[in-house]
């Protein structure tokens, strides 16, 4: 019995009913939404909007090219019609640059990347110089920026020093995940020669302590309070915790974890760089839980850093490893593809890629709380993207074999046998994202026109 092909679990059902209909595989129906001459990049963000009428990319020239990319735009998913939410003015070829858009979980909003003002030669685009802006369709005059940011000593509690990167709204749209590099860390660098400029993590609270900033045009006024909630380290000890870098990061659940206690705690799963007793070098997921209140200072140092060290975490702020995979055969998680650690809407799991023991990536799950991890698939080749889930359900999304699986997890934490719900072709679907109600999948796929090649976005429905 052969039933790895049909898009649904209803049609899984059928095929235990009715062993003829699991012979000829049924696909999702795909259906081209874009064919303008440029890319419409979705980057793996929450591209469609609240009703599900629109999907929200950027146009950036190539994978790295957020500095040359001028627009935001957005396509109407029956129509096909595209619109332009945002447009740079005046830009170079060294910024400011815009990308990486997502849309807010129920409101007709947009944020995404914004490099600073000026953007020249001496100050070009760069993962230090940039922020999170916020659109209102219902006020698109507008531009509000999320982090305030204030480099100048003395710093201010609630800014930032540097640039954030790829933000992702919360469940209830009240809070702001990203990755963020410190300006000031990237100067001690070049002064010094030690390194210093190290990623991390933050969040901004959109209810939280007014935060004003000396007023310069290197200095921007946010409207949301911010926080780096990961400390890094340029040489982490080996055999320790120590981070290096902590990247790659996703909300855990819509609401977080459900605790031993039943509570739910707000956190974001991560990948974190360290280094093995033996001094191999190796990342494993992470948890940090994140504190109601994020203006209040730890044990760490100041919120708002020095002028020598980063930002120091909230109060309350909990990190804990969540994989200890050094003794596998492959260790750690697996550095390609790029991708994310990602959770369903129950945070019951954090989903990450790493070699099995024959060397294929594969995809693995592990409960927020920790313990062994689960391999979730078996593929012959290799997994070619993150995990992507399914808004209610505990069913997942992944590109292998240049097509679209999904997969679904009992409530025992069993793994169902991956369902192909496109077919096989030459270019790879990525940057898949869920419809809010689940009913479709939008994705990127290369096509070539002539001598040209484009990134557009695709559509597909059971």
């Keep these: 019995m052969h039933i790895k092909n049909y898009p649904t679990p209803l049609l899984g059902i059928i095929c235990f009913i009715s062993m003829t209909a699991c012979d000829t595989p049924r696909y999702w129906t795909e259906t081209q939404l874009t064919f303008s001459d440029q890319n419409h990049e979705l980057d793996y963000n929450e591209n469609f909007s609240p009703d599900d009428q629109w999907i929200v990319y950027d146009t950036r020239p190539n994978p790295a090219g957020i500095a040359l990319n001028t627009k935001i735009e957005k396509v109407h998913v029956s129509s096909r019609i595209q619109e332009i939410l945002y447009q740079v003015s005046n830009p170079t070829p060294f910024g400011p ?39 209102d369709e219902r006020d698109p005059e507008t531009l509000h920026y999320m982090d305030s940011r204030d480099i100048y000593d003395p710093f201010t509690p609630g800014a930032l020093r540097g640039g954030t990167h790829r933000h992702q709204w919360s469940g209830d749209g009240d809070w702001m995940g990203y990755t963020y590099n410190d300006a000031l860390m990237v100067d001690l660098e070049s002064k010094t020669g030690q390194k210093n400029d190290l990623r991390t993590i933050g969040v901004s609270k959109r209810i939280g302590p007014k935060v004003p900033v000396k007023p310069d045009s290197s200095n921007i006024q946010g409207e949301w309070f911010s926080a780096l909630v990961v400390p890094v380290v340029p040489n982490p000890k080996p055999g320790t915790d120590e981070i290096s870098r902590a990247y790659e990061d996703w909300w855990v659940g819509s609401q977080g974890y459900r605790k031993p206690d039943d509570t739910y705690q707000r956190a974001r799963g991560f990948i974190g760089d360290l280094i093995t007793d033996d001094g191999a070098n190796i990342s494993e997921v992470f948890v940090v839980d994140i504190p109601d209140d994020i203006h209040i200072p730890g044990n760490e140092g100041p919120l708002e850093g020095t002028a020598e060290t980063m930002p120091a975490p909230p109060k309350g702020v909990t990190i804990r490893r969540i994989t200890r ?124 026109n002539g001598n040209d090649r484009f990134i557009q976005i695709f559509i597909a429905k059971p």
Aim: aromatic share 10%; charged share 15%.
């Design 97 to 135: 640059g815009v990308g990486a858009v997502s849309y807010h979980p129920f409101l007709p909003q947009v944020v995404f990347i914004h490099g600073l003002q000026p953007a020249n030669e001496k100050q070009p685009y760069a993962a230090h110089r940039r922020s999170g802006v916020i659109l």
């Design 325 to 448: 995979t050094e003794n596998r055969t492959y260790p750690g998680v697996s550095p390609n593809p790029r991708h994310w650690v990602s959770s369903p809407a129950d945070g019951s799991y954090i989903s990450y890629l790493a070699k099995d023991d024959t060397g294929i990536v594969q995809v693995f799950l592990v409960s927020p709380l920790g313990g062994e991890p689960i391999q979730a698939t078996h593929h012959e080749t290799d997994v070619q993207s993150m995990v992507r889930w399914h808004p209610t359900s505990i069913t997942f999304a992944y590109v292998t074999d240049n097509s679209l699986f999904t997969a679904e997890v009992s409530s025992e934490g069993k793994v169902s046998n991956p369902t192909r719900i496109t077919e096989k072709k030459e270019e790879a679907p990525f940057a898949h994202c869920w419809s809010r109600n689940g009913a479709q999948i939008a994705f990127n796929r290369y096509v070539t």
